[in-house]
Nanobody, 119 residues
Framework: DVQLVESGGGSVQAGGSLRLSCTHS????????MGWFRQAPGKEREGVASRGIGTGTTYYADNVKGRFTISPDKSLQMDNLKPEDSAMYYC??????????????????WGQGTQVTVS
């Protein structure tokens, strides 16, 4: 089994930055993909960024392109934060095209989440 733990969330003013970390234990192969998702109250969970462990290929949701960066260590650097970025952020591990394209169905392992609040 893979266990994922997020950290680094907090409160920040609009225009500020945060870096979220994802610590994982358990086996992941080069065919796995790591992703970040978020969910705001009353809204569906949405994919933010993904990165193939073996390929290094990244994929970003349109509304975070140019502001968020997912690194090889699975951390998520978030710059120029906006109030609409406020949500619970989740790290996830998955495989296949669905995972790369940030479809939740592609992910089998999820962390517990870390809260990000932008005011």
């Amino acid at each position: 089994d893979v266990q994922l733990v997020e950290s680094g969330g907090g409160s920040v003013q609009a225009g500020g930055s945060l870096r979220l970390s994802c610590t994982h234990s358990g086996y992941t192969s080069s065919r796995h993909c790591m992703g970040w998702f978020r969910q705001a109250p009353g809204k569906e969970r949405e994919g933010v960024a993904s990165r193939g462990i073996g390929t290094g290929t990244t994929y970003y949701a349109d509304n975070v392109k140019g502001r968020f960066t997912i690194s090889p260590d699975k951390s998520l650097q978030m710059d120029n934060l906006k109030p609409e970025d406020s949500a619970m952020y989740y790290c996830a591990a998955g495989r296949g095209v669905d995972a790369h394209l940030l479809r939740p169905s592609g992910y089998g392992y999820w962390g517990q989440g870390t809260q990000v609040t932008v005011s």
